[in-house]
């Protein structure tokens, strides 16, 4: 079953913080973090296994609460090259499919 | 290291027409993945190899799609007949689990637009 993101798209100015949530309605064992830019492969961030530990890439952290399925992606300070499409991928188990939401648009102004 | 290698790049049919799409992963990795992009949409899964064996392929229309990975590395993707809803980029990613395990590594894809 796919996660669900959230919100659905956010533009930001560059310096501002946001948070994109990813949330899932079955137990899970990871939670992967990926941005596409337009017309480009999706490019892996960081992957979150369960146990609630938070994992950093540059200024982009992720968290991962296992109780509730839910995992969310803080960007700080955003930056111009954050601008692109987020996406959430699960797996219920290692080795198992990575299925991926519908994503977030972030657009980072000037 | 060279990257996963996708090609064409575009391809544009009629539909009933066929159309394979071809897929060289990363050196070394087991794991091989092609999944379907419908534009704004996240990327969906059709079939996950490892090594020349399928793992997944629940959400592969089997009445046209097939896939295949001889001798564990070049992959193929096959449509025939396409649709028009089979317009989409077609990725293709593969992994390893010993080398940064669980992390995919995704070609530039082939876009398949079906007039």
């Known amino acids: 079953q796919q996660p669900v993101q959230s919100p659905q798209a956010v533009i930001l100015r560059e310096g501002e913080d946001a948070v994109i949530n990813c949330s899932s309605s079955k137990a899970l064992y990871s939670v992967h973090w990926y941005r596409q830019k337009h017309g480009e492969a999706p490019v892996f961030l960081m992957i979150?296994?369960?146990?609630?530990e938070q994992k950093g890439h540059d200024k982009i952290s992720a968290s991962f609460n296992e109780k509730k399925q839910q995992s969310s992606l803080y960007l700080t300070a955003s930056q111009l090259s954050y601008s692109g499409t987020y996406f959430c991928g699960t797996r219920k188990a290692a080795g198992n499919k990575l299925t991926f939401g519908g994503g977030t648009r972030v657009l980072v102004k000037p | 290291e060279a990257g996963v290698a996708q090609s064409p790049r575009y391809k544009i049919i009629e539909k009933r027409q066929s159309v394979a799409f071809w897929c060289n992963p990363i050196?070394?990795?087991?794991?091989l993945y092609w999944y379907q992009q419908i534009l704004g949409q996240g990327p969906k899964l059709l079939i996950q190899?490892?090594?020349?064996?399928?793992?997944?392929d629940s959400q592969l229309p089997k009445d046209r799609f097939s896939a295949e990975r001889l001798k564990g590395v070049d992959s193929t993707l096959k449509i025939q007949p396409a649709k028009l809803e089979d317009s989409a980029v077609y990725l293709c990613a593969s992994s390893s689990n010993r080398r940064r395990p669980g992390e995919l590594f995704f070609g530039e894809g082939s876009r398949l637009t079906v007039l």
């Open positions: 050196s070394g990795h087991a794991t």
């Open positions: 979150l296994l369960k146990g609630g």
């Open positions: 190899f490892q090594n020349n064996g399928v793992v997944d």
